[in-house]
């Protein structure tokens, strides 16, 4: 059975920084892409960034890039997601996924087949 489990959330101040970590087990995710996800209240779920299974190949959102960074330790089974400059509509729920197929890329969240459980992100200014 996959999992994913969050970690590094909290309440910053606008300006400050926060990394996420995210565990997975029971799959062998060298092999797979990892994203991070997230939706604040009464919006859709977005991408926020990906990474490729080698680490080689990256996606930011456009609201988020030359802010935040993504990055892996296939050793350790764990993404990372490096958040600086946070601003208060970075708030909302941040969640880490892994693709369904082994070395496939893609921003698309119906291509993750499993999820962790979320960790919350509040930025105030």
């Known amino acids: 059975q996959v999992q994913l489990v969050e970690s590094g959330g909290g309440s910053v101040q606008a300006g400050d920084s926060l990394r996420l970590s995210c565990l997975g087990s029971?799959?062998?995710?060298?092999?797979?892409?990892m994203g991070w996800f997230r939706q604040a209240p009464g919006k859709e779920r977005e991408a926020v960034a990906v990474?490729?299974?080698?680490?080689?190949?990256?996606y930011y959102a456009a609201s988020v890039k030359g802010r935040f960074t993504i990055s892996r330790d296939n050793a350790k089974n764990t993404v990372y997601l490096q958040m600086n400059s946070l601003k208060p509509e970075d708030t909302a729920d941040y969640y880490c996924?892994?693709?369904?197929?082994?070395?496939?890329?893609?921003?698309?969240?119906?291509?993750?087949?499993?999820w962790g459980q979320g960790t919350q992100v509040t930025v105030s200014s």
């Open positions: 029971g799959r062998t995710f060298s092999r797979y892409a």
């Open positions: 990474i490729d299974w080698s680490g080689g190949t990256t």
């Open positions: 996924a892994v693709t369904r197929r082994p070395t496939y890329y893609t921003s698309r969240a119906d291509e993750y087949d499993a």
